[in-house]
Nanobody, 119 residues
Framework: QVQLLESGGGLVQAGDSLRLSCAASGRTSSMYGMGWFRQAPGKEREFVACITWSTGTAYYADSVKGRFTISSDNAKKTVYLQMNSLKPEDTALYYC????????????WGQGTQVTVSS
């Protein structure tokens, strides 16, 4: 079992920055990587970014490239999402997720942290 806890969301203005954190606990030794997803009201959940624990290799959705940066602290079993130049369209509930293999879907999810960006 793996538990994920997100934090760092809030209400900001366009152009501001936020840093989200996701701390993993439980049996985390077999985790392959972690990712961030978001869901706005009335929209489907979408992928934001992911990172591989062993190599630090990261991948981003086109909508956030150049603005968001995902990073991890393996010792603390924590993943971060640095969000710069925030836009109103970034407003969503942000979820942290974990997976045990590149070939598997994400199978552990956090409760989400709200990010609201005003004009």
């Amino acid at each position: 079992q793996v538990q994920l806890l997100e934090s760092g969301g809030g209400l900001v203005q366009a152009g501001d920055s936020l840093r989200l954190s996701c701390a993993a606990s439980g049996r985390t030794s077999s985790m392959y990587g972690m990712g961030w997803f978001r869901q706005a009201p009335g929209k489907e959940r979408e992928f934001v970014a992911c990172i591989t624990w062993s190599t630090g290799t990261a991948y981003y959705a086109d909508s956030v490239k150049g603005r968001f940066t995902i990073s991890s602290d393996n010792a603390k079993k924590t993943v971060y999402l640095q969000m710069n130049s925030l836009k109103p369209e970034d407003t969503a509930l942000y979820y942290c997720a974990a997976r045990s293999s590149f070939y598997k879907d994400y199978d552990y999810w956090g409760q989400g942290t709200q990010v609201t960006v005003s004009s």
